[in-house]
Antibody, heavy 113, light 107 residues
Framework: QLVESGGGLVQPGGPLRLSCAVS????????MSWVRQAPGKGLEWVAS????????SYADSVRGRFTVSRDNSKQSVDLQVNSLGADDTAVYFC????????WGQGTLVIVSS | DIQMTQSPSFLSASVGDRVTITCRAS??????LAWYQQRPGKVPKVLIY???TLQSGVPSRFSARGSGTDFTLIISSLQPEDFATYYC?????????FGQGTKVEIK
């Protein structure tokens, strides 16, 4: 089970920290990813982190603004999002696996003044 | 950066139809290709990984083939629950890009 939290209404330029709590499988064995979906749009890969946190990858659209991290002792993965713009409004999903085998239900981020 | 292009973006089909969706990568991605189904209002679900391996629990009417740059998802006999949007995704090597999606609607 993956449960995201931290979404909400945020002003343009503001920061937000999204979290994903994992249970039910061996978290330490999985790459973890964040994927977002703007209203009425398709899926967009955002970031991924490897099993021990030593490798991180970002989409060009978020590189330099978003930071992915994980805590294997807490079985959680976070996404720190900064300098938010209207284009960042989306449901943010966390997912587990090279191909995403397990998905959370998503947390909605709305960037608006 | 790599681009994943699906075609068609939209298709209208009837129950029982055979449906084919293609996904083209802008560069060779080997077989690091997954297919997902997303029903309206639901979370995506993986159907296929490694280009052609059916995920456990997925009906056998779903199949896929391809490698390198050209990939295909086939639904052999469309069922009412298959009306959804389908996405391909290159994984394992960044960027883990999704295709733009193919929406399958009822004719």
């Amino acid at each position: 089970q993956l449960v995201e939290s931290g979404g909400g209404l945020v002003q343009p330029g503001g920061p937000l920290r999204l979290s994903c709590a994992v249970s039910g499988f061996n978290f330490r064995n999985y790459w973890m990813s964040w994927v977002r979906q703007a209203p009425g749009k398709g899926l967009e890969w955002v970031a991924s982190i490897n099993q021990d946190g030593s490798e991180k990858s970002y989409a060009d659209s978020v590189r330099g603004r978003f930071t992915v991290s994980r805590d294997n002792s807490k079985q959680s993965v976070d996404l720190q999002v900064n300098s938010l713009g209207a284009d960042d409004t989306a449901v943010y999903f966390c997912g587990a696996g090279y191909y995403i085998d397990f998905w959370g239900q998503g947390t909605l981020v709305i960037v608006s003044s | 950066d790599i681009q994943m292009t699906q075609s068609p973006s939209f298709l209208s089909a009837s129950v029982g139809d055979r449906v084919t969706i293609t996904c083209r990568a802008s560069q060779d991605i080997g077989n690091y290709l997954a297919w997902y189904q997303q029903r309206p209002g639901k979370v995506p679900k993986v159907l296929i990984y490694a280009a052609s391996t059916l995920q456990s629990g997925v009906p056998s009417r779903f199949s896929a083939r391809g490698s390198g740059t050209d990939f295909t998802l086939i639904i052999s006999s469309l069922q009412p629950e298959d009306f959804a949007t389908y996405y391909c995704q290159r994984y394992y090597i960044a960027p883990w890009t999704f295709g733009q999606g193919t929406k399958v609607e009822i004719k």
